[in-house]
């Protein structure tokens, strides 16, 4: 059962990770096209169906499956919730959550054509998500602490 539910963490982790690489990706783009344009409605569409249709359910996936695995940890009692790389893993997982959150607001603000950052602020938020998943993924597999 839990190498089952493993998998399935890390398939929802995927999609999740998929979403919040690409996602800043088209917000770049987004800046580029002409308030008004058929290029820029086409980016909502993209932007409103990826948050909705992938990343929204991808990190509620993620989350339940993640916290199971944490609480029914080898040998259970208290899991993996005492372990130092579990709790380092899970500040950056609610940074990564954070990170989201920032997302879908700004998905909504171009939506209603109210952006307020420049190419280059999303150019470097970019990078964010690659950063955090690296660190999480070495601290999940490896388990240096
Ligand atoms: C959302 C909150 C999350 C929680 C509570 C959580 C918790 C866990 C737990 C307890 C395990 C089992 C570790 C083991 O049995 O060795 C695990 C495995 C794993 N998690 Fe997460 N996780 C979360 C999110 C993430 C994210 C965002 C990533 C990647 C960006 C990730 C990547 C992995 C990987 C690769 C494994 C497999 C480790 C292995 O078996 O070697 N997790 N996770």
């Not at 690409?22 to 002409?34: G, K, M, N, S, T």
């Not at 086409?42 to 993620?62: Q, Y």
């Not at 944490?70 to 372990?83: H, I, M, N």
Request: proline share 3%; net charge positive; with cysteine.
């Amino acid at each position: 059962m839990y190498t089952w539910i493993k998998a399935f963490h890390i398939i929802a982790v995927i999609a999740w990770m998929a979403g919040m690489l690409y996602l800043p990706r088209l917000f770049v783009y987004h800046c580029a096209a002409e308030k008004g344009s058929v290029q820029s409605e086409t980016f909502k569409i993209m932007e409103r169906r990826l948050l909705r249709a992938i990343i929204n359910p991808a990190m509620v996936a993620t989350w339940l499956l993640g916290l199971w695995l944490a609480w029914r940890g080898p040998d259970s009692r208290y899991g993996w919730f005492a372990s130092g790389w579990f709790e380092a893993k899970f500040a950056l997982v609610l940074a990564l959550s954070t990170l989201h959150g920032f997302f879908a607001r700004w998905v909504k603000d171009f939506a209603a054509d109210r952006n307020r950052h420049s190419v280059t602020f999303y150019r470097i938020i970019n990078e964010l998500p690659t950063i955090i998943m690296i660190a999480i993924v070495i601290l999940a597999v490896v388990k240096p602490f």
